[in-house]
């Protein structure tokens, strides 16, 4: 019962994930993971959640197993229909108690070619 409990309260937290990323917030956790990971696994992490919530379902109630294998389809399907998707770039982050870099110098003035000419 308490490992029901547990994996339910874990699969929630991806279908949270999902929409804390779309209320704007967790944006940089989601950066990370679409570009360190992937972006398919950036779109199957709500799904996964819910495949979570399903397996801690069947611990408790015997005919939940097919909502394991509905959920593990869905988890599939996330995963393959994200191929065309492209995560959005997190808004870089600004640093705090960093003094700024002094200006870059100006080049120094280039002299002309000379051309000479033999003669």
Not at 1 to 23: E, F, N, S
Not at 29 to 56: E, H, R, Y
Not at 80 to 98: H, L, N
Not at 102 to 113: E, I, K, V
């Amino acid at each position: 019962m308490a490992t029901a409990i547990v994996l339910i309260l874990l699969g929630l937290l991806g279908p949270v994930a999902a929409a804390q990323w779309r209320a704007g917030r967790w944006l940089r956790p989601a950066a990370w993971i679409g570009t360190k990971l992937s972006p398919q696994f950036l779109a199957g992490v709500p799904m996964f959640g819910v495949l979570l919530i399903a397996i801690g379902v069947s611990f408790v109630w015997p005919p939940g197993i097919i909502l394991v294998f509905l959920a593990a389809g869905g988890l599939l399907w996330a995963l393959f229909a994200a191929t065309e998707r492209r995560v959005p770039e997190a808004p870089p982050r600004e640093r705090r108690g960093t003094p700024e870099a002094p200006p870059a110098r100006p080049p120094a003035p280039r002299t002309p070619n000379e051309r000479r000419e033999a003669g």
